[in-house]
């Protein structure tokens, strides 16, 4: 097979590893399942790495082309010559445009690379330092789409925090994999069934002064600015009725519910509340 043949081939295959790369990482972007994200991330990678391979086998293919002189080649007869030493016979690469768009493909797989092989790194080591046993975040559908984001950012860390093939490190030292042993999210304004309601009938007026802390989002007469979906004046109100609402499901005044993936167990049934409802 001619070099020029075996490089078409090449490229082909880069072509259409790059494509399949980018739909399996849009699709594990939006895939809220985490076993599935994680399966279609593996696919995504390992196409990507492919699609490396592939741009790395037609470099050499264009430089031994032109390397070995083979003038019956449009772009070797173009910017190679004999009287070229090595050094800038490999500089004659990307002298043209489509050897442009060849060193340009070339960065793309390096910082494809480390990306890839860095993000495991930036996800965990939170986690693996401070060890939490229980994680609460976003919901994971919510009407403002950063919260979604944030609680699969989360999850996806708590799952990789947990897993031995990943090797982290802080200060020189490789970090001991650890895994929460529940993740669980709030219900912000896009109401959801909770999985499990806690009692905060004790706490209810810290949770509302936590709340107002971020003064400029909420209603402040005070304040000149243009009325928001969360600046009316009844939004704070809805916080309280909705936890009035799982209060009264549970027998008490207010109620937090939260969200999981994962099986909450008790070690006795003392930990019920006992209230007639």
Not at 200 to 214: G, L
Request: hydrophobic residues 45%; glycine residues 4%.
């Amino acid at each position: 097979m001619l070099p020029g043949q075996l490089g078409h081939i090449f490229v082909l295959l880069a072509f259409v590893a790059s494509l399949l790369s980018t739909y399996s990482f849009y699709k594990a972007s939006f895939e809220k399942d985490i076993l599935v994200k994680h399966t279609w991330l593996k696919y995504a990678r390992t196409i990507f790495f492919i699609q490396v391979a592939a741009i790395l086998a037609v470099f050499f293919t264009v430089y031994f082309i032109c390397s070995s002189h083979y003038f019956e080649y449009l772009y070797a007869y173009k910017h190679a010559s004999k009287e070229l030493e090595p050094k800038y016979l490999l500089a004659c690469i990307w002298e043209g445009q489509e050897g442009s768009f060849l060193l340009w493909s070339i960065w793309h797989c390096i910082l494809g690379t480390i990306l890839i092989f860095r993000a495991k790194e930036w996800e965990a080591p939170v986690l693996r330092k401070y060890q939490p046993e229980v994680i609460i975040c976003n919901s994971p559908d919510d009407r403002h789409p950063d919260h979604a984001r944030s609680a699969n950012l989360v999850a996806d860390a708590a799952f990789l925090s947990g897993l031995k093939k990943i090797e982290t490190f802080e200060s020189g030292e490789i970090q001991q994999e650890w895994r929460a042993k529940y993740v669980l999210h709030y219900i912000q304004d896009k109401y959801h069934k909770p999985d499990f309601v806690i009692d905060i009938s004790e706490v209810i007026e810290k949770k509302i002064e936590a709340v107002k802390a971020y003064s400029t989002q909420f209603h402040n007469p005070e304040l000149d600015e243009p009325q928001t979906y969360i600046s009316t004046p009844g939004f704070l109100d809805s916080i309280l009725y909705r936890s009035k609402m799982l209060g009264r499901m549970i027998g008490v005044e207010h109620a937090e519910g939260f969200l999981t993936s994962k099986m909450i167990g008790f070690k006795s049934l003392d930990a019920l509340i006992k209230i007639n409802t």
